[in-house]
T-cell receptor, first 115, second 116 residues
Framework: DAGVIQSPRHEVTEMGQEVTLRCKLISGHNSLFWYRQTMMRGLELLIYFNNNVPIDDSGMPEDRFSAKMPNASFSTLKIQPSEPRDSAVYFC?????????????FGPGTRLTVL | DQQVKQNSPSLSVQEGRISILNCDYTNSMFDYFLWYKKYPAEGPTFLISISSIKDKNEDGRFTVFLNKSAKHLSLHIVPSQPGDSAVYFCAAKRMNYGGSQGNLIFGKGTKLSVKP
């Protein structure tokens, strides 16, 4: 299994531009999590999907952020317009929710720099 | 307000000795705790977990201890190896939260360096 796949691995953009981050879940997994890692706040959950349905988006910072799961194996996180304070490493993770102790498997992350 | 705290940003240990990484939490409703390990340019990987009904869980060189009264857990690595050098994240969650799982709440991590 290839694990969770994220693209791009690095993104440098200018303030005001739209940014789209992509994530492919591990085959057979049914839950998808988007996290953001910064020095100040550490690793924070942005949004969580179960069976393609957003369950908890309370961590999404503001309306500039949106996330979708167009199918069971793929998700996007979009920032429009981007701002320098959005610079961070964005991780997605997937899991198979069968028990309450399911393990989340993380992708390698996308390092976003907004100039 | 940080619910999961790792107060030591870094730790340096000699190869072969014990590494002890600490984690404190404030939410008494947390009942499941995990440790993740992260190498540079990679995502965190699951290492070991413990339920609140236990006070110790062991997996090879890794042991997690839970002290519920102190709201404290620790990860022991014995013996430490240079390949253990990584950032270690503590995480906690509520197993039953409104009929579903609570979200994982992570600490900010401790960078472990194991010197040969």
């Amino acid at each position: 299994d290839a694990g969770v796949i994220q693209s791009p691995r690095h993104e440098v953009t200018e303030m005001g531009q739209e940014v789209t981050l992509r994530c492919k879940l591990i085959s057979g997994h049914n839950s998808l999590f988007w996290y953001r890692q910064t020095m100040m706040r550490g690793l924070e959950l942005l949004i969580y999907f179960n069976n393609n349905v957003p369950i908890d988006d309370s961590g999404m910072p503001e309306d500039r952020f949106s996330a979708k799961m167009p199918n069971a194996s793929f998700s996007t996180l979009k920032i429009q317009p981007s701002e320098p304070r959005d610079s961070a490493v964005y991780f997605c993770a997937s899991s198979l929710v069968q028990t309450s102790t399911d393990t989340q498997y993380f992708g390698p992350g996308t390092r976003l720099t907004v100039l | 307000d940080q619910q999961v705290k790792q107060n030591s940003p870094s730790l340096s240990v000699q190869e072969g000795r014990i590494s002890i990484l600490n984690c404190d939490y404030t939410n008494s409703m947390f009942d499941y705790f995990l440790w993740y390990k992260k190498y540079p340019a990679e995502g965190p990987t699951f290492l070991i977990s413990i339920s609140s009904i236990k006070d110790k869980n062991e997996d090879g060189r890794f042991t997690v201890f839970l002290n519920k009264s102190a709201k404290h857990l620790s990860l022991h690595i014995v013996p430490s190896q240079p390949g253990d050098s990584a950032v270690y994240f503590c995480a906690a969650k509520r197993m039953n939260y409104g009929g579903s799982q609570g979200n994982l709440i992570f600490g900010k991590g401790t960078k472990l360096s194991v010197k040969p």
